[in-house]
């Protein structure tokens, strides 16, 4: 994503909704092939647009001190300096990425062998850490910001 991507999709209503509806949309589109056979390409292709449409489909937001704001950019920061922030938060959103596998793997099995629950619950395994990944980023971008270090794309806030 360039500058501006990044800057849209630090709108609250961005963020909110790409973490609120990314997976279960894919998931959702991935079990229709049972109803749905190989038009089950539709909803994937439009799950996959959705994907890709979202940070770009919300306007710039006005402020950025909304949490989700503070953790989207603080993903900008852990993506493009990794080098010059703390080491905790490095360890911290390296485990937490991990911690993501089991529940994608419960999930994708389900998805394969059709056991919805385990498609469901491997989902919501893989989300979880996934929201705290999002609240270790917003301490990332509050640290970030009390250096008086400049958030990427964007300056100082």
């Known amino acids: 994503m360039d500058d501006c991507t990044w800057r849209r999709h630090a709108n609250p209503w961005s963020g909110i909704t790409r973490f609120g509806t990314v997976l279960p949309l894919l998931v959702l589109a991935i079990w229709s092939r ?3 056979g190989w038009w089950a390409l539709i909803p994937i292709g439009l799950a996959a647009i959705w994907i890709w449409l979202n940070p770009r489909l919300f306007p710039e937001p006005e402020r950025l001190d909304h949490w989700m704001s ?3 950019l603080g993903e900008r920061i852990f993506l493009e300096h990794r080098a010059d922030i703390a080491a905790h938060h490095v360890t ?3 485990l937490l990425s991990l911690l993501s596998i089991p529940g994608a793997i419960l999930m994708i099995w389900g998805l394969v062998v059709l056991w919805w629950e385990a498609a469901l619950f491997g989902t919501a ?3 979880l850490p996934k929201a705290w ?5 917003v301490w990332l971008h509050d640290g970030w910001v009390r250096q008086g270090q400049p958030i990427p794309g964007i300056g100082t806030t």
């Open 34 to 36: 049972v109803w749905l």
């Open 125 to 127: 395994l893989a989300i």
């Open 92 to 94: 911290a959103g390296k």
């Open 133 to 137: 990944f999002c609240d270790r980023m």
């Open 70 to 72: 503070r953790a989207v």
